[in-house]
């Protein structure tokens, strides 16, 4: 009877556990959606309601103001990224007050008919740096949230943040998309700061025991800084053709986000970085931009959204790799979330402000703007050619904060054959092993008296039912030096050095 109630109370916990998930992941989808509207909107403003009373030379002036100041932003927090981690909670409650100036420039000209210049121009330059606060403070939530369904939650997010973008801006009425795009940013807020409490705080490091990352080569800068400045061009050329190609031009980032659920689909069966997605976009900026001088109206927005749903894409996986990494290796979240944004919105402030000067300072025509164009791709080409898309230094600051120590034990442990199960395990039909009763109890034991992290308890359990570092990177859909480096994290904090001795503190728990 005993044995029954206990199951139906396990059962029951489970089925707790389980909607709690389900719930912080509904929560999450519907705060990052929120954020990805909002930045898309901001990105596309110089057509959108957001701008629309300005003439479109002073909208895209405005927009480039706050383009740098968020460029600025982001290198402010590189270089106190321990200041904004330790006062996170405060920044995104002042960035949420200072993002609403925007929207109340756009009704007090709407109901008054002017505005002084110089009002748009603060309320914008802070905005920039509202947007680089909530940015980054949602990749410290996913830096210190589980990262089993990080991928997920990105992509979830940036489909639902599109559509978003598509409804808050097509509203017929100014004052309803300024209210609609309040009422997202309060949502995300809100959704990020909902999260935040849930995550344990005895699971969140304290700010010196995060890893310090270091600065981008200068060649990874030059190349990330290319394909923002084509991102920055893009987006102004879609808003040079009016309301209607903005919101096509933001909208057409759903086929990029939605290819990047190839990647949750393969998880960990494919090794993928940043240089491999940076690969497979090149040859369609590079066509884009060429093709695009070409035509005129529907046709060259059409080619503009080639690149901007290629590099909505790379942002998406940008996004979720960079948190899942500050999760597993314990990255200082601020800092390298900062580092990569920073080269991205300085080239995204090159491309704005090349598109400027093409068409209101030069006002090139047709011939000088497509040798304009073809200088453009040259220079993305060799920046990409100077950088190649090499990852492999990355990968191999990552592995080496695995002590090399215990790199004899792990590699025990990454053996394509398994080890001998557990004594405790009996064999049920089919040749499958099954466990004694209390084996997950036991585990969760070992795991409390030894003060492991929840990713480590999960990898703990697998580890003593005699599961090799392969399988386990597949069950939890990370990479195999991932599981590594939690592997050794486990045997340093348990005291031992084979899976066999792991296991058999499992076993010991039976008597």
């Keep these: 009877m005993e044995s029954v109630e206990g199951e139906d109370a396990s059962s029951e916990g489970a089925t707790r556990r389980q909607a709690g998930v389900a719930s912080l992941f509904a929560v999450a989808v519907a705060g990052f959606s929120c954020l990805i509207g909002w930045e898309l909107s901001a990105v596309f403003s110089p057509s959108l309601p957001l701008l629309s009373f300005c003439d479109i030379q002073t909208a895209i002036f405005i927009r480039c103001i706050s383009v740098l100041t968020l460029a600025f932003a982001f290198g402010f927090f590189a270089v106190k990224a321990d200041l904004f981690f330790k006062n996170r909670d405060r920044l995104a409650v002042a960035a949420l007050i200072v993002s609403f100036l925007p929207m109340i420039c756009a009704c007090a000209y709407t109901a008054t008919g002017a505005l002084p210049i110089i009002v748009l121009e603060i309320s914008w330059a802070l905005l920039g740096i509202s947007q680089a606060i909530l940015a980054t403070y949602w990749c410290v939530i996913f830096s210190l949230m589980e990262s089993s369904f990080t991928m997920r939650v990105v992509v979830s997010g940036g489909v639902g943040g599109t559509f978003l973008f598509v409804i808050v801006n097509a509203a017929g009425e100014l004052w309803v998309s300024m209210l609609e795009l309040c009422l997202i940013l309060f949502i995300s807020v809100l959704s990020a700061a909902m999260i935040a409490r849930s995550i344990p705080k005895s699971s969140i490091p304290n700010v010196q025991d995060f890893r310090r990352v270091p600065d981008l080569s200068a060649p990874a ?15 102004i050329e879609v808003c040079y053709q009016g309301f209607m190609a903005a919101l096509v031009g933001g909208a057409s980032g759903i086929f990029g986000v939605a290819l990047a659920v190839v990647w949750c689909v393969l998880g960990s069966r494919v090794d993928i970085d940043v240089g491999v997605v940076q690969r497979i976009a090149l040859p369609l900026l590079v066509v884009s931009l060429l093709m695009m001088p070409l035509f005129e109206g529907p046709l060259r927005v059409i080619w503009a959204c080639v690149a901007l749903a290629t590099l909505a894409h790379n942002q998406m996986f940008t996004w979720f790799s960079v948190s899942i990494e500050n999760y597993e290796f314990r990255l200082h979240p601020v800092r390298r979330f ?23 300072v030069f006002r090139l025509d047709s011939e000088s703007l497509y040798l304009f164009t073809c200088v453009f791709v040259v220079v993305i080409v060799v920046a990409f050619s100077v950088y190649g898309g090499d990852e492999s230094k990355t990968k191999r600051r990552l592995d080496s904060l695995i002590d090399v120590a215990a790199q004899k034990a792990i590699e025990a442990v990454s053996k394509p054959e398994e080890v001998e199960v557990m004594p405790s395990a009996s064999t049920c039909e089919g040749g499958e092993p099954f466990y004694s009763e209390g084996f997950q109890d036991r585990c969760e034991e070992v795991s409390r008296k030894y003060s492991l992290t929840p990713r480590e308890t999960e990898v703990f359990a697998l580890l003593a039912k005699g599961r090799n570092a392969e399988y386990i990177a597949g069950q939890l859909m990370v990479t195999p030096a991932t599981i590594k480096s939690h592997i050794y994290h486990i045997y340093q904090k348990l005291g031992v050095n084979s899976q066999q001795r792991l296991m058999d503190l499992v076993d010991e728990g039976k008597r």
């Design 338 to 360: 900062a580092l990569r944004q920073i080269p991205s919105w300085v080239g995204f402030f090159i491309g704005c402000l090349l598109a400027y000067a093409a068409a209101f």
């Design 221 to 235: 800068f030059f190349s990330v800084a290319s394909c923002g400045a084509v991102y920055g061009l893009m987006s």
